[in-house]
Each structure stands twice: as structure tokens, then as C-alpha cells.
């Protein structure tokens, strides 16, 4: 398993080197991500988790899809399959990401994004998860950030509101960062559950 991630890390970087689109970020403050899209329309990513356990207890997931635009860059459409483990196989996962978002500005500081997720864990059965999110502009770089999830933020699936803050600095010259720190509440939990996340990406 190993050398299947070794493999498809070198070829990922090798492709880099020649890319339209390529983008470096973190996800809910655990999951490392890198990521580059073939020919405007084709992703394929690479998460791997920054856990304090050693490595064979790590989990990394690879995403690969399709996403397009459509009426003036106003919908947007993502289809993402992916494959995960931990390092050792100890459970792996599988799934997709469906989402579907409607921006009404063209700089993404107003809009509604639905996200379906079948989700299969080897260790705790199916589930079909799904979120709905909005960002309403503050200034032109800073969005409010309000998102009902159930879909997994490390493994087990759980009804969450998330709220924040992102924060976009867009260079035609440098490229995209963008910096989204949120708390995320678990509806059915106690509140002391509630955590910190931080969001981060940047696009080049």
C-alpha cells in the first residue's frame, strides 16, 4: 500500500511541473491536501492526515473527478470519487462527493452549495451524508461562512453547524489563498464538544 501512495505522489508532482491548476491546502486542521487539475475539468488529490499517532495509524485518501462551470461561471459542478486507509489496513474507506453550487457573483462572496456523500467505511457500515453551505460577503475579501454537515470530519458521521470567517486574497500574478477558521457544533452532542478547525488554500 505504501508503495502504491510513493507511486502516485511522485507522478502527482511530476505533473506539477507542467500544470494549469494546481493547489496546496489543509482541511479541518488534520488533513494535508495537494491537488492538480488535468486540463481545467480533472482533478485528482491527494489528503493525508497530520494525526499525533505514528505513521502506520495516519489515514490518506486519493480523490480523482471531474468539475465544470456553466452559465457565466454562476453553477458549479464537482463529481469526486475516493479511495482511503490507514496506513497499516487497518479500516479503509470509499465514496463520493456530488456538489452542485450556485454563486451569484463571480468572486464567490455570495453563494449556496448542497454536497452529497455516499460514504462506506470497512469499519462502520454505510452511510449517505450530506451538507448544505453559504458564503455572504463582508468586504472583497472576507465571507461569512455558515454550513449544516453530517459528512464525516475525521470519521464518524455526525450532525454538525460550522460557522466562520474566509479570508481571500486573489493575485493574477501569485495566486489564490484563502484562510476559512470556523467552530464546528455538534447538534447532538454535549458543547463542550465543540471544536476549532482551520481551513486553508492556496491556489497557483
Request: charged share 15%.
Amino acid at each position: 500500500m505504501n508503495k502504491i501512495l510513493a507511486l502516485f505522489f511522485f507522478t502527482l508532482c511530476t505533473q506539477m511541473l507542467c500544470a494549469q491548476s494546481n493547489q496546496i491546502g489543509f482541511r479541518d486542521s488534520r488533513f494535508f491536501q495537494i491537488q492538480h487539475t488535468f486540463n481545467r475539468h480533472w482533478p485528482v488529490m491527494l489528503e493525508h492526515s497530520i494525526y499525533s499517532e505514528k505513521i502506520s495509524l495516519q489515514h490518506f485518501r486519493i480523490h480523482a473527478g471531474y468539475k465544470h462551470l456553466f452559465f457565466d461561471n454562476h453553477f458549479s459542478l464537482e463529481c469526486l470519487g475516493y479511495f482511503g486507509s490507514t496506513h497499516k489496513g487497518s479500516y479503509q474507506d470509499y465514496g463520493a462527493f456530488v456538489r452542485l453550487g450556485y454563486h451569484f457573483d463571480t468572486e464567490d462572496n455570495y453563494s449556496l452549495q448542497g454536497t452529497l456523500n455516499p460514504h462506506y467505511d470497512t469499519g462502520l457500515d454505510y452511510k449517505t451524508c450530506c451538507a448544505i453551505s453559504t458564503y455572504v460577503g463582508l468586504c472583497h475579501v472576507a465571507a461569512l461562512f455558515l454550513e449544516y454537515t453530517t459528512i464525516p470530519e475525521f470519521r464518524q458521521s455526525e450532525k454538525c453547524i460550522r460557522t466562520g470567517t474566509r479570508i481571500r486574497i486573489n493575485s493574477p500574478q501569485y495566486g489564490t489563498l484563502a484562510v476559512t477558521p470556523m467552530l464546528s457544533i455538534p447538534i447532538q452532542q454535549r458543547y463542550e464538544r465543540i471544536r476549532l478547525h482551520v481551513n486553508f488554500a492556496y491556489q497557483f
